[in-house]
Protein backbone atom coordinates (compact mmCIF):
# COMPACT_ATOMS: atom_id res chain seq x y z
CA UNK A 1 0.00 0.00 0.00
CA UNK A 2 2.72 2.37 1.11
CA UNK A 3 4.48 1.75 -1.90
CA UNK A 4 1.63 1.75 -4.69
CA UNK A 5 0.82 5.31 -3.36
CA UNK A 6 4.13 6.77 -1.82
CA UNK A 7 2.25 7.44 1.31
CA UNK A 8 4.40 6.92 4.41
CA UNK A 9 4.67 4.58 6.79
CA UNK A 10 4.86 6.51 9.67
CA UNK A 11 1.91 7.71 12.63
CA UNK A 12 -0.07 5.55 14.34
CA UNK A 13 -1.90 2.72 13.14
CA UNK A 14 -4.99 3.73 13.74
CA UNK A 15 -8.56 2.36 12.46
CA UNK A 16 -11.70 4.20 12.50
CA UNK A 17 -13.47 1.05 14.99
CA UNK A 18 -10.81 2.15 17.42
CA UNK A 19 -11.88 4.88 20.18
CA UNK A 20 -10.84 8.65 19.93
CA UNK A 21 -9.43 9.33 23.19
CA UNK A 22 -8.01 12.96 22.56
CA UNK A 23 -10.66 15.86 22.81
CA UNK A 24 -9.34 18.40 20.67
CA UNK A 25 -10.65 17.64 17.67
CA UNK A 26 -13.85 19.33 19.69
CA UNK A 27 -12.46 22.70 18.44
CA UNK A 28 -13.97 22.13 15.37
CA UNK A 29 -16.85 22.76 16.74
CA UNK A 30 -18.66 26.42 16.85
CA UNK A 31 -18.60 25.66 20.39
CA UNK A 32 -16.28 23.25 21.39
CA UNK A 33 -17.78 22.83 24.84
CA UNK A 34 -20.70 21.36 23.96
CA UNK A 35 -21.99 18.40 24.88
CA UNK A 36 -21.30 15.62 21.82
CA UNK A 37 -22.73 12.75 23.23
CA UNK A 38 -26.10 14.07 22.54
CA UNK A 39 -25.76 13.04 19.34
CA UNK A 40 -26.43 9.60 19.10
CA UNK A 41 -25.83 9.11 15.09
CA UNK A 42 -23.24 11.22 14.40
CA UNK A 43 -22.51 15.07 14.99
CA UNK A 44 -24.66 17.29 12.55
CA UNK A 45 -22.21 19.19 10.27
CA UNK A 46 -24.22 22.66 11.31
CA UNK A 47 -22.06 22.34 14.77
CA UNK A 48 -18.49 22.45 12.95
CA UNK A 49 -17.24 25.73 12.14
CA UNK A 50 -17.34 26.36 8.61
CA UNK A 51 -13.31 26.47 8.38
CA UNK A 52 -13.98 22.60 8.64
CA UNK A 53 -16.44 21.46 5.93
CA UNK A 54 -14.21 21.44 3.18
CA UNK A 55 -11.73 19.03 4.51
CA UNK A 56 -14.47 16.81 6.33
CA UNK A 57 -16.34 16.48 2.53
CA UNK A 58 -12.69 15.41 1.46
CA UNK A 59 -12.29 12.75 3.75
CA UNK A 60 -15.70 11.32 3.68
CA UNK A 61 -15.51 10.94 -0.39
CA UNK A 62 -11.91 9.61 -0.45
CA UNK A 63 -10.97 7.93 2.81
CA UNK A 64 -13.74 6.88 4.54
CA UNK A 65 -16.12 6.98 1.17
CA UNK A 66 -19.57 7.56 2.76
CA UNK A 67 -22.26 9.18 1.29
CA UNK A 68 -23.71 10.69 4.79
CA UNK A 69 -22.16 14.19 3.96
CA UNK A 70 -24.68 15.66 6.69
CA UNK A 71 -22.80 13.93 9.55
CA UNK A 72 -19.18 13.87 11.20
CA UNK A 73 -17.76 10.89 13.05
CA UNK A 74 -15.54 11.62 15.74
CA UNK A 75 -12.96 9.27 13.24
CA UNK A 76 -13.63 11.67 10.89
CA UNK A 77 -12.09 14.72 13.22
CA UNK A 78 -8.89 12.70 13.91
CA UNK A 79 -8.13 12.11 9.94
CA UNK A 80 -9.22 15.66 10.01
CA UNK A 81 -6.71 16.38 12.71
CA UNK A 82 -3.80 14.49 10.49
CA UNK A 83 -3.79 16.76 7.66
CA UNK A 84 -3.44 19.44 9.81
CA UNK A 85 -0.84 17.81 11.23
CA UNK A 86 -2.04 17.90 14.89
CA UNK A 87 -2.04 13.83 15.41
CA UNK A 88 -0.48 11.60 12.83
CA UNK A 89 -2.04 8.34 11.68
CA UNK A 90 -0.08 5.54 9.29
CA UNK A 91 -2.26 5.96 6.40
CA UNK A 92 -1.50 3.29 4.37
CA UNK A 93 -2.67 1.13 7.06
CA UNK A 94 -5.95 3.17 7.26
CA UNK A 95 -6.69 2.73 3.56
CA UNK A 96 -5.89 -1.08 3.58
CA UNK A 97 -8.02 -2.10 6.77
CA UNK A 98 -10.48 0.34 4.80
CA UNK A 99 -10.27 -2.13 1.60
CA UNK A 100 -10.29 -5.46 4.08
CA UNK A 101 -13.53 -3.78 5.95
CA UNK A 102 -14.95 -3.39 2.43
CA UNK A 103 -13.68 -6.48 1.22
CA UNK A 104 -15.25 -8.64 3.83
CA UNK A 105 -18.49 -6.46 4.16
CA UNK A 106 -18.81 -7.30 0.08
CA UNK A 107 -17.93 -11.22 -0.03
CA UNK A 108 -21.19 -11.23 2.60
CA UNK A 109 -23.40 -9.38 0.53
CA UNK A 110 -22.84 -11.22 -2.55
CA UNK A 111 -25.72 -10.58 -4.51
CA UNK A 112 -25.97 -6.97 -3.89
CA UNK A 113 -22.09 -5.63 -4.31
CA UNK A 114 -22.37 -2.16 -5.94
CA UNK A 115 -23.49 -0.16 -2.87
CA UNK A 116 -20.71 -1.75 -0.74
CA UNK A 117 -17.93 -0.86 -3.14
CA UNK A 118 -15.41 1.75 -2.98
CA UNK A 119 -12.08 2.86 -3.24
CA UNK A 120 -12.14 2.75 -6.90
CA UNK A 121 -8.92 5.33 -7.54
CA UNK A 122 -6.84 2.86 -4.87
CA UNK A 123 -7.75 -0.03 -6.16
CA UNK A 124 -6.60 0.93 -9.68
CA UNK A 125 -3.95 2.53 -8.25
CA UNK A 126 -2.29 -1.06 -6.27
CA UNK A 127 -3.48 -2.91 -9.66
CA UNK A 128 -1.29 -0.44 -11.98
CA UNK A 129 1.22 -0.70 -9.42
CA UNK A 130 1.28 -4.88 -9.45
CA UNK A 131 1.28 -4.89 -13.52
CA UNK A 132 4.76 -3.06 -13.64
CA UNK A 133 6.42 -5.08 -11.64
CA UNK A 134 6.92 -8.80 -12.29
CA UNK A 135 5.87 -11.20 -9.72
CA UNK A 136 9.59 -12.00 -8.93
CA UNK A 137 10.60 -8.54 -7.71
CA UNK A 138 7.86 -8.98 -4.73
Keep these: MAQA ?4 RTGERWFKNRTVEDQEWKNMLKNPGMDTTIFTKGIPVSVIKEEWTALLLLVQKFLTCEGRFGIMYVYHAKIMMHFMGEHT ?3 PYFLLS ?3 KMSA ?3 KNVGNIEPHLY ?3 LIKILIEEQLQYP ?3 L
Excluded: C, E, W
Aim: a positive charge.
Design 98 to 100: SLR
Design 105 to 107: TVQ
Design 5 to 8: TALP
Design 89 to 91: INL
Design 119 to 121: HHG
Design 135 to 137: KAN
